[in-house]
């Protein structure tokens, strides 16, 4: 007996030995292990460290082939307030242990236990351009896989995180990021965009200092108050010296946009130690996905890259990534087709004749689009009334839509119109029928906005419905063209339908409604293009811009206001997308600031151009002057839209001169415009030291408008255009001026 005993004690130790030094080996396998993705210039890395836990290792400049990225080691504790977990940087922070910085996921579980640790178990994917990593929980059945692919081109980053519960019981995810990005020690300069309607497209710039900075939007929409994109560059001062503005063409910066359309934030943080962490995903006010036994939830994407070029750079890589990657024609979408759009010139007062005069007068210019805006539809005479009923009105077109668009077409042009599909007026049949379909919290006051309230797209009945209606819309008639209008933001978001756990999912269920009628009705229609538009710039981002060709900038089509909004959209987003409209002078905002027709041209020409203006009002010389800077336009607008483009002279801050340059990719070709907004003291224009040309080859100028300084040359090198530079008489209120280079030898 007492031998037995013995024999099986001994077992017993042998077996804890063997599993410890098993544990030992795999933990010491897991601290070799390092992921590596190099695209373009940049080289991103991670690791798993001694704990298990995955941790960033390195973001930056691209590494030599042959380097090796230390392994992954966690942090000591500070002191005894801050554990390792909080100062080891972790690359998708569970919400448990010891954490005081921003984690990446927070989950409640049945039993009341929110918990969670994330350790890695295994790639389930790794190739030079995308990994795919699976976490779990310590001890419960979630189980995380985060996912990473690269741009080779670029060097842009694709992650995102798909959460999975295999818990017998259901859970409710309270935050869920797309990912955590980590920064070195240093200090930076964070640039965000804010806003407001027909005021999209501020550039902040603030120093990076202690705690968090929050960007977000909690209003069911992308917003026009913050867009989800952020770049951070890393000041040239030391830590001891303090920061120094963020460099337009020089420095290294980080950046990321989130391709989500529906309530997001990004939080960046300056931790202790230091450290820079960006946080990014689903917005966790108001949020609280039920996940049940065997579900799935994925976040959206982030993006994210780096460019030691710059903010400017950094927005390069942007474009071409945007264009090669996420629009629904990437790899090469077509230039946008010049459009008319009548909405400033006649509001909801549209007609057959009134329509086909317009087109005509339209196509006499050149444009290639024309574009019927709001009041075709239902019972619509103002915002009052209609939305829903997605039917045309029999008195302003008793023939249907047919002969506008026939007539459109006999004049070259094709045909566009506007919708507004996920809203609703109280006023209307579609609302008299279910007044249910709207978000609302039954027994509760429904806030109207515009006289309109949203339909809950997350019922399937009402994304059913809504798709329905285009479908037959796009099948019935020939239209080439969808401006997709969303003029409010959610209030008292209820979805009494379901049972109350599962609510606050319609935070989710919406947009990915929204993004399958877009994709469904792409397919049915492949021909069709779409604008998103929300009341201007109110939703843009990269999920939508999947599904979109381009997008309305802004409301605000003062030229002089849009100058500085243009020169803010690029830092996130290509000109190719960016809808810029000519409207009539006095412009309705600014107590009725008057403008040229050239100045109003040129700010315009700098994007997708589009004329928005009464042309009825028009004089000889307005029609001819607009077409031919409508033909010198169609000339150049590749370079325009699909260039690498440098923000010269920045128009923020009420500067007094502004200018751009978009270089061709075969730097055979650059375009210039240059405005002087309000001069003061007589001061000249500043020397234009153009960038990006190849400095041996010969470039010709010719003027789209304005004029040269007198000597100088016709011709001249690359190398002369970028250093000696080029001087530009340009002086007094809204001048504008615009020319090309052709390489000529
Ligand atoms: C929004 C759009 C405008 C116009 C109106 C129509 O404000 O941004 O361009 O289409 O709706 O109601």
Same mark, same amino acid.
């Given at each position: 007996?007492?031998?037995?005993?013995?024999?099986?004690?001994?077992?017993?130790? !042998?077996?804890?030995?063997?599993?410890?030094?098993?544990?030992?080996?795999?933990?010491?396998?897991?601290?070799?292990?390092?992921?590596?993705?190099?695209?373009?210039?940049?080289?991103?890395?991670?690791?798993?460290?001694?704990?298990?836990?995955?941790?960033?290792?390195?973001?930056?400049?691209?590494?030599?082939?042959?380097?090796?990225?230390?392994? =992954?080691?966690?942090?000591?504790?500070?002191?005894? !307030?801050?554990?390792?977990?909080?100062?080891?940087?972790?690359?998708?922070?569970?919400?448990?242990?010891?954490?005081?910085?921003?984690?990446?996921?927070?989950?409640?579980?049945?039993?009341?236990?929110?918990?969670?640790?994330?350790?890695?178990?295994?790639?389930?994917?790794? %190739?030079?351009?995308?990994?795919?990593?699976?976490?779990?929980?310590?001890?419960?059945?979630?189980?995380?896989?985060?996912?990473?692919?690269?741009?080779?081109?670029?060097?842009?980053?694709?992650?995102?995180?798909?959460?999975?519960?295999?818990?017998?019981?259901?859970?409710?995810?309270?935050?869920?990021?797309?990912?955590?990005?980590?920064?070195?020690?240093?200090?930076?300069?964070?640039?965000?965009?804010?806003?407001?309607?027909?005021?999209?497209?501020?550039?902040?710039?603030?120093?990076?200092?202690?705690?968090?900075?929050?960007?977000?939007?909690?209003?069911?929409?992308?917003?026009?108050?913050?867009?989800?994109?952020?770049?951070?560059?890393?000041?040239?001062?030391?830590?001891?010296?303090?920061?120094?503005?963020?460099?337009?063409?020089?420095?290294?910066?980080?950046?990321?946009?989130?391709?989500?359309?529906?309530?997001?934030?990004?939080?960046?943080?300056?931790?202790?130690?230091?450290?820079?962490?960006?946080?990014?995903?689903?917005?966790?006010?108001?949020?609280?996905?039920?996940?049940?036994?065997?579900?799935?939830?994925?976040?959206?994407?982030?993006?994210?890259?780096?460019?030691?070029?710059?903010?400017?750079?950094?927005?390069?890589?942007?474009?071409?990534?945007?264009?090669?990657?996420?629009?629904?024609?990437?790899?090469?979408?077509?230039?946008?087709?010049?459009?008319?759009?009548?909405?400033?010139?006649?509001?909801?007062?549209?007609?057959?004749?009134?329509?086909?005069?317009?087109?005509?007068?339209?196509?006499?210019?050149?444009?290639?689009?024309?574009?019927?805006?709001?009041?075709?539809?239902?019972?619509?005479?103002?915002?009052?009334?209609?939305?829903?009923?997605?039917?045309?009105?029999?008195?302003?077109?008793?023939?249907?839509?047919?002969?506008?668009?026939?007539?459109?077409?006999?004049?070259?042009?094709? !045909?566009?119109?506007?919708?507004?599909?996920?809203?609703?007026?109280?006023?209307?049949?579609?609302?008299?029928?279910?007044?249910?379909?709207?978000?609302?919290?039954?027994?509760?006051?429904?806030?109207?906005?515009?006289?309109?309230?949203?339909?809950?797209?997350?019922?399937?009945?009402?994304?059913?419905?809504?798709?329905?209606?285009?479908?037959?819309?796009?099948?019935?008639?020939?239209?080439?063209?969808?401006?997709?209008?969303?003029?409010?933001?959610?209030?008292?978001?209820?979805?009494?339908?379901?049972?109350?756990?599962?609510?606050?999912?319609?935070?989710?269920?919406?947009?990915?409604?929204?993004?399958?009628?877009?994709?469904?009705?792409?397919?049915?229609?492949?021909?069709?293009?779409?604008?998103?538009?929300?009341?201007?710039?109110?939703?843009?981002?990269?999920?939508?811009?999947?599904?979109?060709?381009?997008?309305?900038? %802004?409301?605000?089509?003062?030229?002089?206001?849009?100058?500085?909004?243009?020169?803010?959209?690029?830092?996130?987003?290509?000109?190719?997308?960016?809808?810029?409209?000519?409207?009539?002078?006095?412009?309705?905002?600014?107590?009725?600031?008057?403008?040229?027709?050239?100045?109003?041209?040129?700010?315009?020409?700098?994007?997708?151009?589009?004329?928005? =203006?009464?042309?009825?009002?028009?004089?000889?010389?307005?029609?001819?002057?607009?077409?031919?800077?409508?033909?010198?336009?169609?000339?150049?607008?590749?370079?325009?839209?699909?260039?690498?483009?440098?923000?010269?002279?920045?128009?923020?801050?009420?500067?007094?001169?502004?200018?751009?340059?978009?270089?061709?990719?075969?730097?055979?070709?650059?375009?210039?415009? =240059?405005?002087?907004?309000?001069?003061?003291?007589?001061?000249?224009?500043?020397?234009?030291?153009?960038?990006?040309?190849?400095?041996?080859?010969?470039?010709?100028?010719?003027?789209?408008?304005?004029?040269?300084?007198?000597?100088?040359?016709?011709?001249?090198?690359?190398?002369?255009?970028?250093?000696?530079?080029?001087?530009?008489?340009?002086?007094?209120?809204?001048?504008?001026?615009?020319?090309?280079?052709?390489?000529?030898?």
């Amino acid at each position: 007996m007492k031998i037995s005993r013995k024999i099986r004690l001994s077992y017993s130790a !042998f077996l804890i030995l063997s599993l410890t030094l098993l544990a030992a080996a795999r933990s010491k396998a897991q601290t070799a292990e390092v992921f590596r993705l190099d695209g373009g210039n940049s080289t991103y890395a991670l690791g798993v460290n001694e704990h298990g836990e995955l941790q960033p290792l390195y973001w930056g400049g691209r590494l030599g082939p042959h380097d090796t990225v230390p392994a =992954a080691r966690s942090f000591p504790e500070k002191a005894s !307030f801050d554990s390792p977990y909080t100062t080891t940087p972790e690359e998708y922070a569970g919400w448990g242990a010891g954490l005081f910085t921003e984690p990446a996921l927070k989950i409640t579980f049945a039993d009341g236990n929110r918990d969670l640790v994330l350790h890695f178990v295994r790639a389930t994917q790794n %190739s030079p351009e995308a990994v795919g990593l699976l976490l779990k929980d310590i001890s419960r059945e979630i189980y995380v896989t985060l996912r990473y692919s690269i741009d080779p081109d670029t060097g842009i980053l694709a992650r995102s995180a798909d959460i999975e519960n295999r818990e017998k019981q259901p859970v409710v995810i309270e935050q869920a990021a797309a990912a955590q990005w980590t920064l070195p020690p240093a200090r930076y300069t964070l640039s965000y965009l804010t806003g407001r309607w027909a005021g999209e497209w501020t550039l902040n710039q603030e120093p990076i200092l202690g705690g968090a900075r929050v960007i977000e939007s909690r209003r069911g929409t992308t917003g026009h108050q913050a867009n989800p994109w952020f770049a951070i560059s890393r000041d040239s001062g030391s830590l001891a010296t303090g920061p120094f503005a963020a460099g337009e063409e020089n420095g290294e910066v980080w950046f990321g946009a989130l391709a989500w359309s529906g309530s997001w934030r990004i939080t960046v943080e300056h931790t202790q130690l230091d450290t820079v962490r960006v946080t990014g995903g689903f917005n966790p006010f108001d949020f609280g996905y039920k996940l049940k036994p065997g579900e799935h939830l994925e976040t959206p994407v982030f993006y994210g890259g780096y460019s030691d070029h710059g903010l400017g750079g950094a927005s390069r890589l942007l474009h071409h990534f945007e264009i090669a990657h996420i629009l629904p024609e990437a790899p090469d979408p077509k230039p946008r087709p010049v459009i008319y759009n009548s909405w400033e010139a006649t509001e909801f007062r549209v007609d057959e004749a009134g329509q086909m005069a317009l087109a005509e007068k339209a196509a006499s210019i050149g444009v290639d689009r024309f574009v019927m805006d709001d009041g075709w539809f239902g019972q619509r005479k103002d915002d009052h009334a209609g939305l829903g009923d997605w039917y045309v009105n029999q008195e302003k077109f008793p023939h249907g839509l047919k002969p506008l668009i026939d007539k459109v077409h006999s004049l070259g042009m094709d !045909f566009g119109l506007w919708v507004e599909p996920e809203m609703v007026n109280p006023n209307s049949d579609l609302y008299r029928k279910h007044p249910d379909w709207v978000l609302n919290f039954p027994g509760r006051p429904r806030s109207e906005s515009r006289n309109q309230l949203v339909l809950n797209l997350a019922r399937p009945d009402v994304r059913d419905y809504v798709e329905g209606f285009l479908d037959k819309l796009l099948t019935e008639n020939d239209i080439a063209f969808l401006k997709w209008d969303y003029n409010r933001n959610w209030s008292e978001p209820g979805w009494d339908q379901v049972p109350v756990e599962e609510q606050k999912r319609v935070y989710v269920e919406f947009i990915r409604n929204l993004y399958s009628i877009l994709a469904d009705l792409r397919k049915k229609h492949p021909r069709i293009e779409i604008e998103s538009c929300s009341g201007g710039g109110g939703r843009v981002d990269l999920g939508i811009l999947r599904y979109t060709d381009e997008v309305w900038t %802004s409301d605000n089509t003062d030229p002089f206001d849009r100058l500085s909004m243009q020169d803010g959209f690029t830092y996130a987003y290509t000109p190719q997308i960016m809808m810029a409209w000519v409207t009539d002078s006095p412009h309705w905002l600014n107590n009725k600031r008057v403008t040229s027709l050239a100045y109003r041209m040129l700010s315009a020409m700098q994007g997708s151009l589009g004329i928005g =203006a009464n042309l009825n009002q028009w004089t000889a010389e307005d029609f001819a002057a607009a077409k031919r800077l409508i033909a010198a336009y169609h000339s150049v607008q590749r370079t325009i839209v699909r260039g690498d483009l440098y923000r010269l002279i920045s128009p923020r801050e009420g500067s007094e001169f502004s200018a751009t340059e978009t270089v061709a990719a075969d730097k055979n070709q650059a375009v210039v415009f =240059a405005f002087a907004n309000a001069t003061q003291e007589g001061r000249g224009f500043p020397l234009l030291q153009l960038h990006g040309l190849d400095p041996n080859a010969e470039y010709k100028l010719s003027w789209i408008a304005g004029q040269a300084s007198p000597g100088t040359p016709d011709t001249a090198s690359g190398a002369w255009w970028m250093h000696h530079g080029l001087e530009l008489d340009l002086r007094g209120d809204f001048q504008p001026a615009a020319f090309r280079l052709d390489r000529s030898r």
